[in-house]
Nanobody, 116 residues
Framework: QVQLVESGGGLVQAGGSLRLSCAAS????????MGWYRQAPGKQRELVAG???????NYADSVKGRFTISRDNAKNTVDLQMNSLKPEDTAVYYC??????????WGKGTLVTVSS
């Protein structure tokens, strides 16, 4: 079992920045990839950014150049620095951890609201 706790969401004006943090606990040695997903009202959950245990990083096209994901294996955290935020970035952001042959674990989510 893995527990994920997010923090750092909130309300920000367009063009502003926020930093999301996720702390993992439990069976952390079994975690492979970690990342952030988001779900806007009426839309499906989508990948925002992910980082594998080997350090490979991928981003959604919509956030490339604006968001930066970082993972600290010593602290068991994964952060998402979000710059130049747009109203369309408004969503609930979920931390995700993947364990091989077991599946996905999710945090409860943190709301990010970007006002125009």
């Amino acid at each position: 079992q893995v527990q994920l706790v997010e923090s750092g969401g909130g309300l920000v004006q367009a063009g502003g920045s926020l930093r999301l943090s996720c702390a993992a606990s439990g069976s952390i040695r079994r975690i492979n990839a970690m990342g952030w997903y988001r779900q806007a009202p009426g839309k499906q959950r989508e990948l925002v950014a992910g980082v594998s245990s080997a350090g490979y990083i991928n981003y959604a096209d919509s956030v490339k150049g604006r968001f930066t994901i970082s993972r600290d294996n010593a602290k068991n955290t994964v952060d998402l620095q979000m710059n130049s935020l747009k109203p369309e970035d408004t969503a609930v952001y979920y931390c995700n951890a993947k364990i091989v042959l077991e599946g996905d674990y999710w945090g409860k989510g943190t709301l990010v609201t970007v006002s125009s």
